[in-house]
């Protein structure tokens, strides 16, 4: 089994670059599923109804999150049982931090953590996914860890290694080199990266950002205009023992893509 997973959509452009290159590369890899973070796939930040059905219209399976899942307050969004906030945000709060995909012959669990590094002081994610994990009742189980620091989520990565199918690290918006398959079982990457506007910081105007960490004054951000890059990743799994067999970045640049 094959799947896509991309790194966090960022406000209109981002939406509008995964609805045009997610058939496609779904097409091309030949990915049995989709899977992305939507977090900031609203316009400004947060998700709404409206931007996650733009994802799921363009093929994504399953949406996950992380910090931001609550932002706009759209509680009603997670009665949709594929649309998933992190496991570990405290007992009451809305929606599922998981989701059991059945793909007929298999059956796959997405979980949705976050990291606790520089991020908000919600349940250890650690703990909260060794109580999960037997709850689970399938071999192939992929985690979306959305953290901050990348020694919270290396750790992780060895810490589930043998244990889950695979483990993609979000939410810094920069793609990672480190790629992997841990202990012959487990696929790792610390950051997916983004779907959001190439010349930006982290989907933000440039001159916003530079505005504020150079002069430390209020700043109102707005999303930068296209075009965008497209990141992800493309795992293959072995359902029949829950081993990832291969584990392959991808990189695009929609300005590349328009000379051709």
């Known amino acids: 089994m094959k799947l896509l997973m991309f790194g966090d959509v960022v406000g209109e452009a981002g939406c509008a670059a995964f609805c045009k290159f ?21 316009k400004g ?18 949406i996950t ?6 932002r706009r307050k759209c509680d009603v969004l997670y009665d949709n049982p594929r649309v998933l906030r992190p496991a570990n945000f405290p007992e009451g709060a809305p929606g599922s931090g998981v989701f059991l995909l059945d793909g007929g012959a298999y059956t796959l669990a997405v979980v949705n ?24 009742g399938t071999k192939n189980v992929f985690i979306d860890f959305h953290a901050e620091a990348t020694a919270e989520k290396r750790a992780m990565g060895y810490y589930l290694s043998g244990r889950v199918s695979a483990v993609i690290g979000t ?17 790792y990457l610390t950051d997916a990266g983004m779907v959001g506007p190439e010349r930006s910081v982290l989907g933000v ?9 150079r002069l430390h004054l209020p700043v109102t951000f707005t999303e930068a205009e296209p075009p965008c890059m497209i ?30």
């Open 231 to 260: 990141c992800g990743v493309c795992i293959s799994l072995d359902t029949r023992t829950g081993k990832a067999q291969s584990v392959a970045r991808i990189f695009l640049r929609e300005s590349k893509e328009q000379e051709n």
């Open 205 to 213: 105007c440039a001159e916003q950002a530079i505005r504020k960490q």
């Open 45 to 62: 930040n947060g998700i709404t109804p409206e931007s996650a059905e733009r994802l799921f219209t363009a093929g994504a399976d399953v």
């Open 22 to 42: 997610a058939p496609r590369l779904r097409q091309q890899y030949g990915a049995d599923l989709i899977l992305v973070n939507g977090e900031n796939s609203a």
């Open 113 to 136: 953590l976050m990291g606790t590094a520089y991020m908000e002081p919600i349940d250890n994610p650690f703990s909260v996914i060794d109580t999960l994990l037997p709850t689970l």
């Open 65 to 70: 999150t992380g910090n931001h899942c609550f």
């Open 171 to 187: 939410h810094t918006h920069v793609q990672t080199a480190d790629e992997e398959i841990i202990d012959g079982h487990t696929a």
